[in-house]
């Protein structure tokens, strides 16, 4: 049974608009999560994380939202960019179990149009 | 360069035959995972390794053999391949809680 959902599997957005991605998680022992992006023919790689502890991170054009009663974390990109087109993954793990060890959802591919 | 390499990057097998997907890092990572993506179920863990000589099962394991003879590199055996196999692997180490993932191999079972 999945722990980590995706429920979006494609997103379309124009250029200069928000991008929202949605995550929802069922293990309330999860206390790490991250959001990766996938281009094709290519690895993930890191975007960014947030920690329970907190509420919100931000970096740059993306920011990420924890609602931990809710068990939903949420990924904003603010403008989108042609370049933002890509597969975005969420994912979670518990610090106290092995770094790495992560559980992601199926994905969100996003169209970022002109 | 620097990284995460696995190879081979594609890779076409028949039901029945053992194949070895191979993965290389010049880091010094002590963990490496390997993972699959299938469509509908994102990335699942197959196996992982904390050490030289130290592995560990995932979610997936199942008709999958890993070792880790060395720091560098982190081989999965496919000892006898299926059907349900055919998929995209990826190769990951850790640093500081992040993954760093090779470019894939993309796997074929006929």
């Known amino acids: 049974d999945q722990q980590v959902k995706q429920n979006s599997p494609s997103l379309s957005v124009q250029e200069g608009r928000i991008s929202i991605l949605n995550c929802d998680y069922t293990?309330?022992?999860?206390?790490?999560f991250l959001w990766y992006k996938k281009y094709p023919a290519e690895g993930p790689t890191f975007l960014i994380s947030?920690?329970?502890?907190?509420d919100k991170n931000e970096d740059g054009r993306f920011t990420v939202f924890l609602n931990k009663s809710a068990k939903h974390l949420s990924l904003h990109i603010v403008p989108s960019q042609p370049g933002d087109s890509a597969v975005y993954f969420c994912?979670?793990?518990?610090?106290?179990?092995?770094?790495?060890?992560?559980?992601f959802g199926a994905g969100t591919q996003v169209v970022v149009t002109p | 360069d620097a990284g995460i390499t696995q190879s081979p990057r594609y890779k076409i097998t028949e039901t029945g035959r053992q194949v070895t997907l191979m993965c290389h890092q010049t880091w010094s990572h002590s963990y490496m995972f390997w993972y699959r993506q299938d469509l509908g179920h994102g990335l699942r863990l197959i196996y992982y390794?904390?050490?030289?000589?130290?592995?560990d099962k995932g979610e997936v394991p199942d008709g999958y053999v890993v070792s880790r003879s060395k720091t560098e590199n982190f081989p999965l055996t496919l000892e006898s391949a299926t059907r349900s196999q055919t998929s995209v692997y990826f190769c990951a180490s850790e640093l500081n809680g992040e993954l760093f993932f090779g470019e894939g191999s993309r796997l074929t079972v006929l």
């Open positions: 390794s904390a050490a030289a000589d130290i592995t």
């Open positions: 293990n309330s022992m999860f206390d790490y």
């Open positions: 947030i920690s329970s502890i907190k």
């Open positions: 994912a979670a793990s518990t610090t106290t179990d092995s770094w790495g060890k992560l559980q």
